[in-house]
């Protein structure tokens, strides 16, 4: 008769027989989630917050400003980072989600996936996440937040079953990210005269497209119904990206940081009064509104660029937080117009005229 303890000895030498997986198709198990988790093309990683200070954990401090990226609150504090962008290098926030911006960390997604070790009925499996053509702001991940761990089991079918997280920390960007990083831009301003002026109903249509553009949060299709001038580029004309537009609301919109682009001047777009040519610039138009509390004139301009219509924004002071276009940027009043003007032809001044440049002691 077999005793209790040699009886459990059998038990427990046919439990060890069950199904297992080798070295090799661990690896492999592990090769497979990687792929299918990390994107190949464009992707950035989601930064919370919409004030100028935003959660950025996934990121190097030190790293950061040393590319002079972002100003970090207090690096030194031992607490959760968190960021404010540059204006140099905004432009790689090309989108935006309900509860950040999206920065561009770069494209070709890979990982090294070291060899397995074997704990208990488990393997423990290194993983290295890494970018092929990374951003500035790609070269600044963390280690924390590209290795990482996972476990790998076997299912009694023999199948291998992967315990941990292989993907970048996208968070809720788009995939593949948006493109529009590269300023680009002209010192040429749009020569071609417009066969004849804009009707009312065609300046409502271009507002209710670029409106429409941003309600869905799709920043380079509203950036492309512009002429956009950022007067702190050395190109001014055309050298906008979608960074400029991620603070700029919908008709009606004022969350959180956000300010609607007819900045609540007019209830509707039906409201715009008339219509009037520049003297000095024949492709732009302005499209004169009433303010509906404070009764000034105010207004936004529209430009006739490659055979067609696109509103005017103007990249004219630097925020606190994210730089912003403004649309209603009042050219229709002459020194208004006319500091624009200087400003577009390189002369440092700001937007009352003022120069900006450094005073020289003697």
Known sequence: MQSPRAFAVFAFTLGACGPTLTDDQVTEAVRAKVAEAVPAGRVGVELLGRSRWVRAGMFDAE????????????????????????????????????????????????????????????????????LASPTPWGACLADRALTREVKVTVDEAGAPVIDGDVSLPI???????????????????????????????EV???????????????RVAALALTSCYNLYEEKRVG??????????????ESAGTSISWLENVVEGFSDIGAIRQDNKIPTMYHVLMTHKRTKRDRSMSVEWVGGEWRIVGVVGAKGADLTSARFVYDLHKNERRDIFLRRLNGEKIDEQGISTEPEVVE
């Open 204 to 218: 409502i249509a271009l507002m209710t497209r670029f409106n429409d553009a941003l309600v869905k949060k799709d």
């Open 171 to 201: 968070g809720a960007c788009p995939v593949p990210m948006p493109a529009g990083e590269d300023r680009g831009g002209s010192n040429e301003r749009p020569a071609e005269r417009p066969p004849k002026a804009p009707k009312q109903d």
């Open 63 to 130: 790293c950061l400003q040393q590319k002079d990226l972002a100003f970090s609150e207090n690096p030194a504090a031992g607490e959760a980072l968190r960021i404010s962008p540059t204006y140099e290098n905004q432009r790689f926030l090309t989108a935006d989600t309900e509860k950040g911006w999206c920065v561009l960390l770069g494209e070709g997604g890979t990982a090294k996936v070291g060899g397995p070790v074997k704990q208990g009925d488990a393997w423990v499996v290194p993983v290295t996440l890494s």
């Open 239 to 252: 050298s906008c990206t979608p960074s400029e537009l991620l603070q700029v609301g919908a008709h009606g």
